[in-house]
């Protein structure tokens, strides 16, 4: 049976993500923590939807298999097949939104008490920025700092970088994207400029759309900072009417404190149309966050061109999972494990997602 399930999810990677390399480092950082009998959460980046079968993969480089906590969407939109492969996978979904006590549970229960780690993606979403971090929500420190202090063995969290690479040119299709794009808002296809040079004016024409409909005007400067500001115009409508001060906080630190709030207000007083439009409108915030201005321009790689024009086909063409556009490699790097304490006052959420998030980024950093 697990013979036939990952070859299944192969074939499921080379078909739906282009992946048929795999590179795992430093295994045995997790073969180890395994075999003393630790509680392990593993907490990855998120840069693509296929980052499940690598770690999959990656499991099996460690000698071991890995739980899943997944969205509760995989499962929605999941054949009863597919449902079943996910079960037997050691999957199980989350309704991250909300306060799914019993996805909760199950997931300090595995850290606490079973042999296996439990693998958790922080960033939440699938964002298409495979060189930075997207900010790591902090329910995974949370949950493994809970399972630390009902536990009778350590615990440890075990960061892991995910790196995709292009094994052949992908430039032909990425321009016939480019120029589906152009089409999809009824401009003509600027063929004879180079790629890197399409990419720009599209992403100001889509984020002039966005001014429009939450300010009413379209606003001037770089787009770096008409980016920041328009995120900051959504957070800062929320943040008045709960009650929030922005201070000193970065776009993504408002964001959970806002995200916190919604979800307070949604166990108290139920489920409406407000609380649901204001959790749209934070993903908006990060979606604007993960659109970098620079990102491309700073080191024009075929890898970040093409992690660009795959979060615009999601966004504008309005698919779920972009299209592979070439074969690629994946790389799997696990870092130091990081103890969860056991005693409340050695650490909290904040200060553990904070450790994690910067270990996985330097490993990106690292590899880049």
Not at 120 to 130: A, D, K, L, Q, S
Not at 183 to 204: C, F, K, N, Q
Request: charged share 30%; proline share 6%.
């Amino acid at each position: 049976m697990v013979s036939m399930l990952h070859g299944a999810a192969r074939q499921r990677a080379r078909r739906e993500s282009g992946v048929v390399k795999y590179e795992v480092q430093n295994a045995e950082i997790v073969t180890q923590a395994v075999k003393a009998g630790h509680g392990v959460l593993i907490t990855p980046n998120h840069p693509t939807h296929a980052d499940a079968y690598a770690m999959s993969e990656a499991a099996r480089a460690a000698k071991t298999s890995f739980y899943f906590m997944a969205a509760w969407n995989l499962f929605e939109r999941s054949s009863p097949l597919a449902r079943w492969i996910l079960q037997k996978s050691g999957v199980f979904s989350v309704d991250r939104e909300g306060t799914d006590l019993a996805a909760i549970k199950i997931a300090r229960d595995i850290i606490r008490e079973k042999k296996h780690p439990l693998v958790i993606f922080p960033e939440g979403e699938v964002y298409h920025c495979n060189q930075r971090v997207t900010p790591f929500r902090e329910g995974a420190a949370a949950i493994a700092l809970f399972a630390a202090r009902k536990a009778n063995r350590k615990t440890v969290c075990i960061p892991c970088a995910l790196k995709y690479t292009y094994l052949d040119d992908p430039m032909p299709k990425l321009e016939a994207l480019m120029t589906e794009l152009e089409r999809a808002i009824h401009w003509r296809p600027r063929t004879e400029s180079a790629l890197v040079d399409r990419i720009y004016p599209v992403g100001a024409a889509l984020l002039s759309l966005k001014e429009l409909e939450y300010l009413g005007e379209v606003s001037n400067g770089p787009l770096p900072e008409r980016t920041r500001s328009l995120a900051g115009s959504i957070l800062s409508d929320q943040e008045e009417r709960y009650g929030l001060s922005a201070g000193d906080s970065t776009i993504p630190e408002r964001v959970k404190a806002l995200r916190r709030a919604a979800i307070v207000n949604l166990e108290k007083n139920g489920p409406s149309a407000v609380i649901d439009r204001d959790l749209d409108d934070l993903f908006v915030a990060v979606q604007l966050f993960s659109y970098p201005g620079n990102y491309v321009v700073e080191n024009p790689t075929i890898d970040r061109i093409a992690e660009t024009l795959d979060k615009f086909e999601e966004d504008v063409l309005m698919r779920y999972s972009p299209t592979p556009r070439g074969k690629r490699k994946v790389t799997v790097r696990f870092g130091k494990p990081i103890e969860a304490p056991a005693e409340r006052r050695k650490s909290s959420p904040e200060q553990l997602t904070d450790e994690l998030e910067q270990a996985v980024q330097a490993m990106l950093d690292d590899m880049e």
